[in-house]
Structures are given as structure tokens and as C-alpha cells.
């Protein structure tokens, strides 16, 4: 049975000493957040603990990284969680999701499993509402919070019964974002025309995702808002931090390269509608919504919501909004200290993907090569820290070597 009270044989020194006293973090996922939540974590004194992976993964390389003595083939998939939890030789551990299939596994979990394992993370249906992007669009409309227009799609016949506009800037969206991604490598699938949208229908379906229709909202990066944050088990908001998107990558339906925290009140209203949405549902934990700001009538619109820590949480953390600490506190029974002010005018960059940024900016006339290089000056990373730089450097390494692979099968 895996253990938690001592580091894995090549772990880089024994689990955070400083943090023996405090209920140690377990977190669940390999991504860019994942890294946020051991450095923030550790930083404060807290032991952050993850599964082991692959002694080339870019997580291992962090001073932070601490795992349990297990080896990698034998780590749990979500389904597994349960089971997982229960042969553990550790008296207690707040869960931290880092993935939507782990904040689901969280969520369903026995309540006497959450009992000894506590974690900020709201109740399955809640958390359902928000992962199933056919049941967040009901909610939406029921709610009347504007939203794009959404068609739920389950056959031919779905998409036949159409009007000629709803193909029009369209595309198909995944109802479960996290597995589809995973199967296709893809976030959307855009489509021109009901012709075209029946054939990707027909190949979408062999992944076994269910698959909507969504309007898309035209617009440059900007248009782009988040609201980000904790909602403690009150249904409190006890953090909010918002930022706008400046730069994207790929176009259209890629991830943030370059964003800069801006002043709430800039997002008053969507902030007004979260807080309805979250009501309705009974949510509780950390969140990233994304809105869109529609100028066809003047609407910002939800896109969507994360049930989990986000990539950016470190930048929050750095302009002063602590979510994983709240999230921490709460879990445990605590009261989070509520943190509404943060610093203004920061900008974050996501080095590796906003280079690419460049030429078509230029071209667009979107940005000069003076303002895209000032942005840079001005902005964190990230990925990199400075007491803490390996990671960043094998995930550059890394991409770079996907890259290079993809344009050679071409």
C-alpha cells in the first residue's frame, strides 16, 4: 500500500518538514495549475503532494515536487479514486482537483470518504452542471443569463431540422470539454454550412462525446473577461480577481498568451449574474468563468465555467488573491479572509505560445513590435519562477519538441 510519510526515492529531499503540523495538500492532475498548487502550497508551509509521473515530466523537475513512493504505472485514473483514498496510510489530506475528470472524482466521493479526506469542492450535481456544457446551456436559459445561442445535438436529424443561420459562425463544442480534448487534441471544431456540419457530425460522433451547436461570438482577444475566484461552503465569495485576455493562441478557440488584471467594477454585471448561477446551483469552490463581450448587441456572455483551479490561479496569487489558501482553509472547517482588492494593471504571459503570436499581430496591425515587446518587460511568466526555473525549461523543451515532430509528420 502506498505510503505519504516518506519522499519517493528520487524526490528531491524528505515531504516539506516546515509543513508537518498542517493537514498536507494531495492534488490530482498534470497540468500548469498543478504546478501553481505545489508552489503556493509549499511557499506557505503547507506539504503539497502529488502522483508520481514520469521522471521527463515537466512537474518533476519543480524544487516542489513531492510525491508518494509508488510507482507511476501504479497511479490511480479518477474512477479509481475512491479505492485509491482508502489504501492510504495517511491520517488526513484536503483534495485539490487540477483537472475536471479529478474535480468530478472529488465530487462524487462517499461522504465518509470526504470526511477524513476534505476537499473544496462542491456536491456532483453542482459540478455536473458546469462539466456538462448541454446542462450548463439549460441552466443558462432558465436563468436567462446571455448566453450563445446553444443546440444540443444528437443526431442527423437534429441538425437537418435547423434554420440556414444557426450555421452560420458556428461550431460544434463538446459537452464534456476535458475527454474530447483529450481524444481530438482539439477545443471546437468550427463548421461552414449544414453540409459540413452533418460530415463532422458523423466523424465527431465515434468519440463518443455529445456534441453541441454553438454560435460563435465574433471579436478580437480583448472582447474576452474573467472572473476568478473562491466561493466558500456559505456561498460566500470570499476571493474575486478579474482579467481580460489580450492575446490568444491558436485563434479563435486557443488558450490566453497575454492577460492583465483589470478593476471588478469593469465586470460588475457578469459578477451579478455568476452570483445567480452559483445560488441556482448550490456551488461552492474555486472557479474561473469566462465571458465574452458580444458586439452585435452590447452583452457580455458566459462562454463557460472551471470547477477547479485554472492556469492563471498563479498570477491571482501574485496580484494578491489567494484562492488555493481559501479553498485550504474551508475545506478544513476555517473561515477564509475575503480578499476583494489585488493589484491592477498586471500583465502574465505565456511565453512559449505568445511568440507565435507575433506575426499575426503585426500583420493585423493589431499590436507594433514596440508594445508587443513592452508587454514582455512588464509581464510575469507563466510557468517560470526564479527560485524555482526547471519546469518552465523542460516544458519549453517539450513543446518545442511536439513541434517539431507535428511539422515533420506533415
Same mark, same amino acid.
Given at each position: ?128 452542471? #458546469?462539466?456538462?456544457? *448541454?446542462?450548463?446551456? =439549460?441552466? &443558462? @436559459? $432558465? !436563468? ?119 478593476? #471588478?467594477?469593469?465586470? *460588475?454585471?457578469?459578477? =451579478?449574474? &455568476? @452570483? $445567480? !448561477? ?129 511539422? &515533420?509528420? $506533415?
Amino acid at each position: 500500500m502506498p505510503r505519504l510519510d516518506s519522499p519517493r526515492a528520487d524526490s528531491p529531499g524528505p515531504l516539506n518538514p516546515r509543513g508537518a503540523d498542517k493537514t498536507p495538500v494531495l492534488a490530482f492532475g498534470r497540468t500548469i495549475n498543478t504546478l501553481s498548487v505545489l508552489r503556493i502550497f509549499e511557499r506557505q508551509g503547507i506539504r503539497a503532494i502529488v502522483l508520481p509521473y514520469e521522471k521527463n515530466d515537466f512537474l518533476v523537475s519543480s524544487r516542489w515536487y513531492r510525491t508518494i513512493p509508488t510507482l507511476p504505472e501504479h497511479s490511480p485514473r479518477p474512477s479509481e479514486l475512491a479505492e485509491f483514498l482508502r489504501s492510504l496510510h495517511l491520517g488526513r489530506a484536503v483534495l485539490m482537483p487540477c483537472g475536471d475528470d479529478w474535480a468530478m472524482a472529488i465530487a462524487a466521493l462517499d461522504p465518509a470518504l470526504r470526511e477524513r479526506f476534505p476537499a473544496p469542492v462542491a456536491g456532483p450535481d453542482a459540478v455536473g452542471v #458546469l462539466l456538462d456544457k *448541454a446542462r450548463f446551456a =439549460e441552466v &443558462l @436559459e $432558465r !436563468l436567462k443569463i446571455p448566453h450563445p445561442r446553444t443546440t444540443r445535438i444528437d443526431s442527423v436529424e437534429d441538425l437537418q431540422g435547423l434554420p440556414d443561420e444557426h450555421f452560420v459562425n458556428a461550431f460544434f463544442k463538446p459537452r464534456d470539454s476535458w475527454t474530447f480534448r483529450h481524444l481530438t487534441g482539439k477545443k471546437a471544431i468550427p463548421i461552414r454550412g449544414r453540409a459540413e456540419a452533418i460530415a463532422q457530425f458523423h466523424e465527431l460522433r465515434k468519440t463518443g462525446v455529445g456534441l453541441l451547436l454553438q454560435e460563435f461570438i465574433p471579436g478580437p482577444a480583448g472582447v474576452h473577461h474573467y472572473i476568478e475566484g473562491f466561493v466558500d461552503r456559505h456561498g460566500r465569495f470570499c476571493g474575486v480577481f478579474a482579467r481580460r485576455r489580450m492575446r490568444i493562441y491558436p485563434p479563435a478557440f486557443g488558450a490566453s498568451t497575454y492577460t492583465v488584471s483589470i478593476p #471588478l467594477r469593469e465586470v *460588475a454585471g457578469q459578477k =451579478e449574474n &455568476l @452570483e $445567480r !448561477l452559483f445560488d441556482a446551483i448550490k456551488y461552492r469552490g474555486i472557479f474561473s468563468a469566462e465571458f465574452k463581450f458580444d458586439e452585435r448587441d452590447g452583452l457580455f456572455k458566459i462562454i463557460e465555467v472551471n470547477a477547479r483551479p485554472w492556469w492563471y490561479v498563479g498570477f491571482a496569487y501574485r496580484c494578491g488573491v489567494n484562492v488555493l489558501r481559501m479553498a485550504y482553509d474551508d475545506a478544513l472547517g476555517l473561515s477564509p479572509q475575503p480578499v476583494m482588492d489585488y493589484s491592477l494593471d498586471q500583465g502574465c504571459i505565456y511565453a512559449y505560445y505568445d511568440w507565435r503570436t507575433i506575426v499575426p499581430s503585426l500583420r493585423d496591425r493589431q499590436l507594433t513590435m514596440r508594445s508587443w515587446l513592452r508587454s514582455w518587460v512588464r509581464s510575469s511568466e507563466l510557468t517560470f519562477e526564479w527560485d524555482d526555473p526547471a519546469p518552465a525549461i523542460r516544458l519549453f523543451i517539450a513543446l518545442a519538441r511536439e513541434e517539431a515532430d507535428r511539422r &515533420l509528420r $506533415r
